[in-house]
């Protein structure tokens, strides 16, 4: 009795160890970079770093968690020495255990895995003495929090942005006479032809934060591709999250307001901070705050509301917002929408998520920073609600139909709805 009751812990043993194998061959069967040693002392305020001895998967830091938690992280480096001390040895093995550790003392961080990972193989060293001065573990970059001065910054160049188009407008509406030159060239079959060139002036717009952590999402055109492939939308309210890093989408927003002046399909809009300034302790579900509501009257109103929202929200940094009671609200405002546009940041998680059931009316959500997998809450809102979700990409129209336990990809990422749920699935199969 004693073998076989043996027997089976070693057989629910072996499957627990292979079901991690398969958690992390994603990341571990990577191809690395190669430099010849990191470097601590380069680390950013928005980065941390997660100890381990050469040849090892031994934490040495692990009061580092409390670091951790409630912050976004967008990038994971495995950082280890290409040097061996035998040439048996398994450095996928060892990257595996590794990660596993990590795991343990962080699982928040592999629940959603939006962020970028890397593996970094250091090329100095040609002894174990030399590979013990290297550092080796993990290194983990977080979304920087906002100051009250970059949040302030961020609504400045909204404004600006506005301004720039109804100075624009206004330079297009201008009648009077422009300088011109002539230029004349010679056509076989015409003869001397004379052209009129007309200069107009425009007004430039205005260069985005210098401090944002990733300018490049300045170019990002999620919002703008979304509103243009669904344009048979009608009478909705449109609620935006204007939390820090939110600008380049907020600003789409903007574009696409000004570009419908005329067809005022969304009727109110409503933007949240997730409660102004409020601490961390007091915030509740559904009784967070920091809800700003305007009617689609004029563009200006509509900005001055959404800068407002902006300049008092928090600094914080922290990893979930308020999203179902700032669309709870709006609905208020407008309980005749026939839906709801989400203009939602997909690396955050939604405070109040186990209320999605009160909304009801579809949401249509438009995930920003969607580019490595899309947040599986944002999904069950869309089901719940029989809205449609999406990127900037794809638009996915058939959650409701998903069966229980059915397996399905998004732009090449599979997930399983079970349970009344929708699940990532991440091990990849070979």
Request: net charge negative; aromatic share 14%; with cysteine.
């Amino acid at each position: 009795m004693t073998k076989i009751f043996n027997s089976i812990l070693f057989i629910l043993f072996f499957c627990a160890q292979t079901i991690s194998a398969q958690e992390f061959n994603e990341f571990i069967n990577s191809t690395p970079s190669y430099i010849e040693q990191y470097q601590l002392s380069e680390l950013k305020e928005n980065q941390l770093y997660i100890s381990m001895p050469f040849g090892k998967q031994t934490v040495l830091n692990p009061e580092q968690k409390k670091m951790i938690q409630e912050k976004v992280l967008i990038k994971l480096e495995l950082i280890y020495t290409k040097y061996r001390t035998a040439a048996s040895f398994n450095q996928e093995k060892l990257n595996e255990k590794r990660f596993v550790e990590l795991k343990k003392i962080a699982p928040e961080i592999f629940e959603n895995r939006f962020w970028e990972y890397e593996l970094i193989s250091q090329t100095k060293g040609n002894s174990r003495a030399e590979a013990n001065q290297l550092f080796h573990g993990f290194i983990l970059t977080f979304r920087p929090n906002s100051t009250k001065n970059n949040l302030t910054q961020e609504a400045n160049y909204l404004e600006k942005l506005v301004n720039s188009f109804i100075k624009n407008d206004s330079i297009i509406a201008d009648t009077t006479p422009k300088n011109f030159t002539i230029k004349t060239h010679y056509d076989m079959t015409v003869g001397y032809l004379h052209d009129t060139i007309w200069f107009v002036d425009t007004f430039p717009k205005p260069s985005p934060p210098d401090f944002f952590y990733n300018q490049s999402l300045y170019n990002d055109s999620t919002v703008l591709n979304t509103f243009a492939r669904n344009q048979n939308w009608k009478n909705f309210i449109v609620v935006t999250d204007v939390t820090g890093s939110m600008s380049p989408y907020s600003a789409q927003v903007f574009v696409w307001l000004k570009a419908q002046a005329e067809n005022k399909t969304a009727k109110y809009f409503v933007f949240f901070n997730d409660g102004d300034e409020k601490e961390s302790r007091k915030k509740t579900p559904l009784d967070t705050k920091g809800i700003y509501v305007e009617e689609n009257k004029s563009l200006d109103d509509v900005i001055k509301t959404a800068t407002k929202c902006m300049k008092n929200g928090s600094g914080g940094g922290e990893s979930m917002e308020n999203d179902v009671e700032a669309i709870i609200e709006g609905l208020k405002y407008y309980p005749n929408a026939e839906g709801v546009i989400l203009v939602a940041d997909n690396y955050e998680i939604m405070r109040d998520y186990d209320y999605i059931n009160k909304i009801k009316v579809p949401v249509y959500v438009i995930l920003c920073g969607a580019e490595n997998r899309i947040n599986i809450q944002y999904m069950d809102l869309v089901r719940e609600t029989k809205g449609t979700l999406h990127t900037s990409k794809s638009d996915i129209t058939n959650l409701q139909d998903i069966k229980e336990n059915e397996h399905f990809f998004i732009e090449e990422k599979e997930y399983m709805y079970n349970k009344g749920k929708f699940h990532s699935v991440y091990e990849k199969r070979y």
